[in-house]
């Protein structure tokens, strides 16, 4: 992936290993992590057959919207949006398969993807990544909000992944919910330090996101937002949308 490229300017603000992992034994983190993974409902995973979002930011000059559809269970994914001529394209592909897909899938789309789908999914990923350290760092003054909440920091180790050493800061309300973020990037790329609130909270079926992210990187304004947002369950045919 040439770095120059549209995920490396994103990829940005919150790329974290390119893998969805085991989930780690709950012995093995804090309890903290388990209940911001069930607020954001975690338990009902197992029922979701797609899930459908688009991710949008602006940070600059930097104006990016691609939509996707993920069908977990067989790891299938549809893209929308441009290709590197700025064209409009739709592309389906299965992970499985990924190593037959074209130059374009494996070094743009399918980065693209996780980057996304970490930005939308990030309370799953305290369970589900194996390779990261879970630390409850007890109550901590917010960065951009007034008040205090729970800091729990998420450390990826040094080696392996896109992008080794990230670390991510959650703050995080009484009532399980992410409040805000802080990340550090563990290599050279830009941005080193995104700040950013989590907000527009919307339940789509039996899971909760966060839509609205506002915030800095690199001390520069940076938004990012989720639109589109919608689950589809195992055995139904409707799309149940955010709201």
């Not at 939509?67 to 064209?87: M, R």
């Amino acid at each position: 992936m040439t770095r120059a490229g549209p995920v490396s300017l994103i990829g940005v603000l919150l790329l974290g290993v390119l893998c969805l992992p085991a989930g780690v034994s709950a012995q093995q983190r804090p309890a903290i992590a388990d209940k911001i993974a069930k607020t954001y409902g975690f338990d009902s995973w197992d029922q979701v057959e797609a899930i459908r979002y688009t991710y949008n930011l602006e940070a600059g000059p930097v104006k990016l919207s691609r939509s996707w559809v993920w069908e977990p269970k067989t790891d299938q994914i549809t893209y929308e949006g441009k290709d590197k001529a700025g064209n409009p394209v739709k592309i389906t592909y299965s992970r499985s398969q990924l190593a037959s897909q074209s130059a374009f899938v494996k070094e743009e789309v399918d980065p693209g993807f996780f980057n996304d789908q970490y930005t939308l999914l990030f309370p799953f990923h305290l369970v589900w990544d194996t390779g990261a350290t879970v630390t409850d760092a007890g109550m901590h003054k917010l960065t951009l909000g007034k008040g205090s909440a729970e800091k729990v920091v998420v450390k990826y180790p040094s080696e392996g992944g896109y992008a080794p050493g990230d670390t991510w800061e959650l703050h995080v309300g009484t009532d399980g919910r992410i409040q805000e973020l802080v990340f550090h990037r563990g290599g050279p790329l830009k941005p080193s330090v995104v700040i950013l609130t989590w907000a527009g909270h919307k339940k789509a079926g039996p899971l909760l996101f966060s839509t609205d992210k506002r915030g800095t990187a690199d001390g520069k304004p940076a938004h990012v937002f989720f639109s589109n947002v919608a689950v589809k369950l195992v055995g139904s045919s409707t799309w149940m949308e955010a709201q």
